[in-house]
């Protein structure tokens, strides 16, 4: 991305184009992790990986190369923060999606799986500090609490996404 700053659609769509090539093997690992190393640098081109990278087929995110791995440590504070959010909406999208037989409960159990996976790879005193703000909130206090009011989560997503926390440490 050339140390320009990407907007989030254009990280959606560079995302898009890296994993398919990655997938027939047109780019190496260490190619499509260092162009996801600039992504992640910004919120915002971390959000549309992220969007793309957790809910499309490629496995990219179920395999985890190690020159991935080592770039998304290097941007761990955005990642951690990202992922503990996809995790919560995630766990509470399959309740949703459970509820209304609708067929996208096997995409968001997708998403909730691989950000546990990632979670358990990145830096476990930052997850587990990252973590505790959601579950802070999920009691009614610190700064998680609008995050999980805008969505207007039920009791029953609440323990899903408490649920899913507490599968990141085992």
Same mark, same amino acid.
């Given at each position: &991305?050339?140390?320009?700053?990407?907007? $989030?659609?254009?990280?959606?769509?560079?995302? &898009?184009?890296?994993?398919?090539?990655?997938?027939?093997?047109?780019?190496?690992? +260490? !190619? %499509? =992790? @260092?162009?996801?190393?600039?992504? %992640?640098?910004? *919120?915002?081109?971390?959000?549309? $990986? $992220? !969007?793309?990278?957790? =809910?499309?087929?490629?496995?990219?995110? @179920?395999?985890?190369?190690?020159?991935?791995? $080592?770039?998304?440590?290097? =941007? +761990?504070e955005i990642?951690?923060?990202?992922? !503990?959010?996809?995790?919560? &909406?995630?766990?509470? &999208?399959?309740?949703?999606?459970?509820?209304?037989?609708?067929?996208? +409960?096997?995409? =968001?159990?997708?998403? #909730?799986?691989?950000? %546990?996976?990632l979670l #358990?790879?990145?830096?476990?005193?930052? *997850?587990? #500090?990252?973590?505790? !703000?959601?579950?802070?909130?999920? #009691?009614?206090?610190?700064?998680?609490?609008?995050?999980?009011?805008?969505?207007? /989560?039920?009791?029953?997503?609440?323990?899903?996404?408490?649920?899913?926390? /507490?599968?990141?440490?085992?």
């Amino acid at each position: &991305m050339n140390d320009q700053k990407p907007t $989030f659609k254009q990280a959606m769509e560079a995302t &898009m184009i890296w994993c398919k090539s990655w997938e027939n093997d047109e780019i190496s690992d +260490e !190619v %499509i =992790s @260092d162009r996801i190393g600039e992504l %992640i640098k910004t *919120v915002e081109g971390a959000r549309g $990986f $992220f !969007v793309i990278s957790f =809910s499309i087929d490629c496995p990219l995110m @179920d395999r985890l190369p190690d020159a991935l791995i $080592f770039q998304l440590r290097s =941007s +761990e504070e955005i990642v951690v923060d990202l992922t !503990v959010k996809n995790l919560a &909406m995630s766990s509470a &999208m399959v309740i949703t999606h459970r509820e209304n037989n609708d067929p996208q +409960e096997i995409q =968001s159990e997708r998403i #909730k799986i691989r950000c %546990i996976e990632l979670l #358990k790879l990145l830096d476990s005193n930052q *997850v587990k #500090k990252r973590i505790d !703000v959601l579950l802070e909130a999920i #009691k009614g206090n610190g700064p998680d609490v609008k995050f999980l009011n805008r969505w207007g /989560y039920n009791n029953e997503q609440i323990n899903a996404i408490s649920k899913s926390i /507490y599968d990141v440490a085992t």
